[in-house]
């Protein structure tokens, strides 16, 4: 049973564009979401957090937000540049828990020059 | 700078000849964890030390066993491996205190698991 979900095992982007990654959800007990990102021969790195008492969490070309009644969330990337081709992963977490992230599948994302 | 490293980067095995996989950090962060990700799949979490206490996810197979020497090591020991062991293994480490966004996981790049 996956609780996590990137139903999109791939996007490819132009530069410049906007890219949007999403993510799916069904454990209600989730209430902290988190993005992380991965380069080639290169662990996992974090990106960008949400806590489920907001909506909307930016940090510079990066915006995450958050559908608590869909159990969605979804990452922007506005512009989107050729360094940001990486695999995105989605992961979950209670805020009451220090550990235990369950990461969805990830999400390929290209951007051509 | 402060980091995680996994030794080796990649491991070949053989079928049923155990295998010892390791993590070092230099972040001082008193939880480490040990995840499984099988091609085009989601990082799955095995285990995980909380300060010396050994926290097992119910559904790790008895094949994988891990030690935690000091706060800086952390060694994922293989059994016996088959062949759908093979996958990438990637070590975390963390802070459980303060608020959550200091809970943030820090990964290694992982060792690569062949098992022949």
């Known amino acids: 049973d996956q609780q996590v979900k990137q139903n999109s095992p791939s996007l490819s982007v132009q530069e410049g564009r906007i890219s949007i990654l999403n993510c799916d959800y069904t454990n209600s007990m989730f209430d902290y979401f988190l993005w992380y990102k991965k380069y080639p021969a290169e662990g996992p790195t974090f990106l960008i957090s949400i806590s489920s008492i907001k909506d909307k969490n930016e940090d510079g070309r990066f915006t995450v937000f958050l559908n608590k009644s869909a159990k969605h969330l979804s990452l922007h990337i506005v512009p989107s540049q050729p360094g940001d081709s990486a695999v995105y992963f989605c992961?979950?977490?209670?805020?009451?828990?220090?550990?235990?992230?369950?990461f969805g599948q990830g999400t390929i994302l290209t951007v051509h020059p | 700078d402060a980091m995680v490293i996994q030794n080796p980067r990649y491991q070949v095995t053989q079928f049923g000849k155990p295998v010892t996989l390791s993590c070092s950090q230099t972040?001082?962060?008193?939880?480490m964890y040990w995840y499984q990700q099988k091609s085009s799949q989601a990082p799955k979490l095995l285990f995980h030390y909380y300060d010396k206490d050994f926290n097992n996810e119910a559904d790790t197979p008895d094949n994988f066993q891990s030690r935690r020497p000091n706060t800086s090591f952390c060694f994922l020991d293989i059994r016996s491996p088959g062949l759908g062991d093979a996958a990438m293994y990637l070590c975390?480490?963390?802070?459980?205190?303060?608020?959550?966004?200091?809970?943030?996981?820090?990964f290694g790049a992982g060792t690569r698991l062949s098992v022949l």
């Open positions: 975390a480490t963390s802070s459980s205190g303060g608020t959550v966004v200091k809970n943030i996981q820090y």
């Open positions: 972040l001082n962060h008193n939880v």
């Open positions: 992961a979950a977490k209670r805020s009451t828990s220090y550990g235990k992230l369950t």
